[in-house]
């Protein structure tokens, strides 16, 4: 057993290599709003999506209950960091207004291919190798005094209809090759894959 010395910290995160997924919502006109997500969590079919009150997803998907999970590459991590400065709420909530701005059309922001969904409404992200068509079933209210300091959050609880893998990711019999696929990984707000190589860190990464 390795001889550990600890220390106690209060870090503003907690974001110990989580995935990053691109949700797709669909917007009041019938467009959708592309935006990046790395709190979220599958049981099965269904999945928990971690989503701060003041987000454009959060008001899509409580009016629209359906949405597009989109998994990037590890090579896509720039795309990725071009929508994370970006929301689809305008005017731009006070909180936000110091980091973020409002793009109309997140798909052209990250040089992304909206592609038509076959089960539900917003359209998916034709260069994610990996897109998960999905119901929302129940938005649960989050607690917790440190969440409350962000504005409050919801756990969209989704139910995954439908999954399209790019075929050079497919194995027979419906099983995704581990050894192929490679999920982009957000670890402390810098970008990774599943090897100790950094890609990368996003804008709001602490120096």
């Known amino acids: 057993m390795p001889d550990h010395e600890f220390c106690t910290i209060e870090p503003k995160i907690l974001y110990f290599g989580t995935p990053v997924a691109l949700i797709s ?52 991590w720039q795309q990725v960091e071009k929508l994370a400065p970006l929301t689809g709420k305008t005017p731009v909530p006070e909180s936000k207004a110091k980091q973020f701005r409002f793009a109309a059309d997140k798909f052209a922001a990250a040089n992304l291919t909206p592609l038509t969904s076959e089960a539900v409404g917003p359209a998916r992200a034709q260069e994610c190798p990996v897109q998960m068509e ?21 756990a969209a609880e989704v139910e995954v209809l439908r999954v399209y893998v790019s075929k050079e990711f497919v194995l027979s019999d419906s099983y995704v090759n581990p050894a192929k696929w490679s999920p982009l990984i957000y670890n402390f707000r810098h970008y990774f894959r599943l090897a100790e190589i950094e890609l990368g860190k996003t804008f709001r990464a602490e120096k």
């Open 134 to 154: 999905a119901r929302v079933n129940k938005m649960h209210r989050m607690h917790g005094e440190r969440l409350e300091r962000l504005g409050g959050g919801l």
């Open 25 to 76: 919502s669909l917007n009041e006109d019938g467009s959708t709003n592309l935006a990046p997500m790395s709190s979220f969590w599958t049981l099965g079919w269904t999945m928990m999506l971690g989503l701060l009150d003041d987000t454009k997803t959060a008001e899509n998907l409580s009016r629209v209950p359906e949405c597009v999970v989109n998994l990037p590459s590890p090579e896509m």
